[in-house]
Nanobody, 127 residues
Framework: VQLQASGGGLVQAGNSLRLSCGFS?????????VGWFRQAPGKEREVVAA????????YYQDSVKGRFTIFRDDDRNTVYLQMNSLQVEDTAVYYC????????????????????WGQGTLVTVSS
């Protein structure tokens, strides 16, 4: 099973990007809680947002609340991260990760919870 993260790029501050995390297996997608993480140069990886298996329970890092939205598209086996009002501080490599779980309503904001990771997509926000 693979995760394919995509959608990064270079944008000016204030603009938007949508990141995608595609699952190669519908079965795995349906069993997974998903998280988006990011790592800026010289900094540790941090959680951005996380979504439960059922899509109804969601966590956001404080700095992105009101600007970013995480959501699942069951028809496309994909989890998206819609990023609006981007700031220079959002510049990082963004990773998606999946955790197999029987719990429908749990999200997981810690990287150590996840066994499956995508390859990362670079987001660069210019001033």
């Amino acid at each position: 099973v693979q995760l394919q993260a995509s959608g990064g790029g270079l944008v000016q501050a204030g603009n938007s990007l949508r990141l995608s995390c595609g699952f190669s297996s519908r079965y795995t997608f349906g069993r997974s809680a998903v998280g988006w993480f990011r790592q800026a140069p010289g900094k540790e990886r941090e959680v951005v947002a996380a979504i439960s298996r059922n899509g109804r329970d969601i966590y956001y890092q404080d700095s992105v609340k009101g600007r970013f939205t995480i959501f699942r598209d069951d028809d496309r086996n994909t989890v998206y991260l819609q990023m609006n009002s981007l700031q220079v501080e959002d510049t990082a490599v963004y990773y998606c990760a999946a955790k197999d779980t029987i719990l429908g309503a749990s999200f997981y904001p810690h990287a150590s919870s996840y066994a499956l990771w995508g390859q990362g997509t670079l987001v660069t926000v210019s001033s």
